[in-house]
């Protein structure tokens, strides 16, 4: 079952202007990212999705494959699609989405997805980490409630579960779990998804995710110990970025 590694890409960001092309290690971070997913070695190619020349400039000069996409898609869900649709990339039956600004995602976040749909039989996969109860409390950190067999059941920025008792809070505290946002998916799961139209749960809460939920879709969490550094959404992300490569590859060529 062939992989597609996608990675959407996009200039369009307020938060941190410019974000693809920011540097991260000395080299722009859309580029970081690429070489991650090339280094983690679960997909048979990688692409970057991209509406900017810009980017796509740096990814083909550092010998990536860039994908020249729409400038009107609302995520990079819909950009995923996008690319899957063209004929020269009608032989992969699974897709991975990584998002653009995440230069160290872990291997067990990416095969921990991919697992979901490649061995466990979900439409679709992502992954989770176990998390203390104290991110609850943030409205910028999405959780996941999971029924036994992995299927998310519902993703929210809401504190879920809920703490009704104080009794119980050890075993609330056993069943937080932290979104992480790489998803994967069977080619007509996503297909099916990008099809849909966005559901009200989704746009109160501002997850795109929960509009395949809604739809009846089965998406597999992958859960997963150690939690990622996080994306780069602000100037404060991309400086603890670069004193984390540091960190990691400092003295290295």
């Not at 070695?41 to 020249?68: F, K, L, N, Q, Y």
């Not at 809070?169 to 799961?189: F, I, K, M, S």
Request: aromatic content about 6%.
């Amino acid at each position: 079952m062939p992989v597609l590694a996608v990675i959407p890409a996009r200039l369009g960001a307020t938060r941190l202007p410019r974000k693809p092309l920011r540097l991260l290690g000395g080299a722009p971070l859309i580029t970081r990212v690429w070489e991650r997913v090339q280094a983690l070695g679960v997909a048979d190619a990688v692409v970057v999705a991209t509406d900017a020349s810009e980017v796509a400039a740096v990814i083909g000069e550092a010998g990536g494959r860039p994908v020249m996409t729409s400038d009107q898609h609302p995520s990079g869900t819909d950009r995923a699609a996008e690319v899957i649709r063209r004929p020269e990339f009608a032989g992969f039956d699974i897709i991975l989405n990584v998002q653009g600004d995440e230069p160290f995602i872990s291997d067990a976040v990416v095969r921990g997805a991919l697992s979901m749909v490649r061995d466990r039989g979900f439409q679709l996969g992502t992954a989770a980490v176990r998390a203390p109860e104290a991110i609850c409390d943030s409205p910028h950190i999405v959780k996941v409630v999971c029924a036994d067999d992995g299927c998310a059941l519902y993703f929210s920025r809401a504190p879920i579960p809920w703490l009704r008792d104080a009794v119980d809070r050890a075993q609330r505290q056993d069943l937080v779990r932290q979104h992480v946002g790489v998803y994967a998916y069977t080619r007509e799961a996503l297909l099916e998804w990008v099809a849909l139209k966005p559901h009200a749960l989704e746009r109160v809460e501002r997850l795109e995710q929960l509009r395949p939920l809604a739809a009846g879709m089965r998406m597999g969490v992958a859960v997963v110990d150690t939690p990622p550094p996080g994306g780069i959404d602000t100037e404060e992300d991309l400086a603890r970025a670069n004193a984390l490569w540091v960190d990691l590859y400092a003295g290295r060529t």
